[in-house]
Every structure is written in structure tokens, then in C-alpha cells.
């Protein structure tokens, strides 16, 4: 998943830095016009990325559910937070896509669709919040036997629901840090996703090392 959302949202459609918010219909026409292509297949490596994230999410729900027992609310909470969140990221790729798809159509349905595709991509946090709070909550109220994740983890994963709340002002913004190009909307987000990512995986790969046959 990482290696191809990287691809295809990085440097095929180079999206990473994103367009200023700043920009009118002329530049953002301009910018999908000299790259319709590039586009059209990261976005097609986007959908492949988030086609594999969904068993990403399903292998945390499940050990979520040996950490809580029955009943599993924070497991199936997190599982649908996660699908909620894999959906949040395609209506974006879909509207990149089309945008891509006629380039030489009117800027400004252009650029609206930009606008909508970079609004929806980060500014509904309300998932991944609740995501990364059912996680925490499950890691530091492990029921089982032996811990299966470190308390670390938890508070890691409360911290990434914090990082998340400011990218819900970028619709006041379009310069500064809570832009969809800022400092706060964008790039701490982004690095504390990257880093979640890897420690989740090394945390979930622990887990299932030290979890029971059968």
C-alpha cells in the first residue's frame, strides 16, 4: 500500500508538494493539462494502494478483538472508521481522475473539482480520529493474558488523533499553515501517517509473532 500510493500519488502525479490553494483555474487547468497522463495512472496506483490498506485495517481489528474480547465495539468501531476513511481517500482519486480525463475543459470546473478532491482528502478527520482513539482505548484496556502491544502505542496513536484536527479549517484557509498546503493541515499530517504507518506495522507483526496457534 505504501509503496504504491507513494508512486502514484508522489511522482506520478506529483501532487507532492500540493498545488497552492491560492491558485486560479488558468494554473490549475495549466498544472492537469502538462501532466493528464501522470495523473490518470498514479491514480490508478492510488485505488490499487487503498485496495490494500483494507486488510491492513481488518489485521488491527482483529487484534483489537483479542485485546477487548467480546463484546468487540473498539474492534468493529476501528474497522469501520478504517472503511470509512479507505472511502474518504477514493472520492478524491475519483475526482483527480476526472479532472485529468478532460484537461482542455473549462478551468473552473477544473479547478472546483481540484478543490473538492483536496478538501475531501484531509479535512474530514472525524474517522481517523476515531480510529486512532479506538485503538489507543483498546491497547491501554488490553484484556488479554499477556499485553499485545506496547502502552506506547496507544498514547502514539492518541497523538495521531490530535495531528488530525487541524486539517478541518483548511476550508477558511488559503494561505498559512492550515492551507492544504500548510505546515498543520498538510505536512505534520502526512510525516505523523508515515510514521504511525511503519509503527503500527512493526507493531502488528509483533503481535502476530507472539499470538497462539489455533
Known sequence: MGVLVTIGWWLLARFVPP??????????????AANATGIR???IFMIAGM?????FIALISAQIHR???SPPVLAYTQLLAGAMSVA???????????AAFRPDRDPQLILMLNDMAWLISAMPF????????????????DKSPARIMPRWVAYMNFWMAVLFLPAGLMV???TGPFAWNGLLSFWLPLVAFGIWFNVMIYALLRAIQQQPDG
Do not use: D
Request: aromatic share 16%; no cysteine; hydrophobic share 60%.
Open 67 to 69: 485485546m477487548e474480547g
Open 51 to 55: 485496495g490494500f490498506f483494507m486488510p
Open 126 to 141: 472525524a474517522p481517523a480520529v476515531v480510529q486512532n482513539i479506538a485503538m489507543g482505548a483498546a491497547i491501554l484496556g
Open 19 to 32: 498545488p497552492l490553494p491560492s491558485w486560479g483555474g488558468q494554473e490549475i487547468a495549466g498544472m492537469f
Open 41 to 43: 495512472v498514479g491514480m
Open 88 to 98: 474518504i481517500v477514493l472520492f478524491p482519486v475519483m475526482f483527480w481522475a476526472t
Open 172 to 174: 477558511f484557509f488559503k
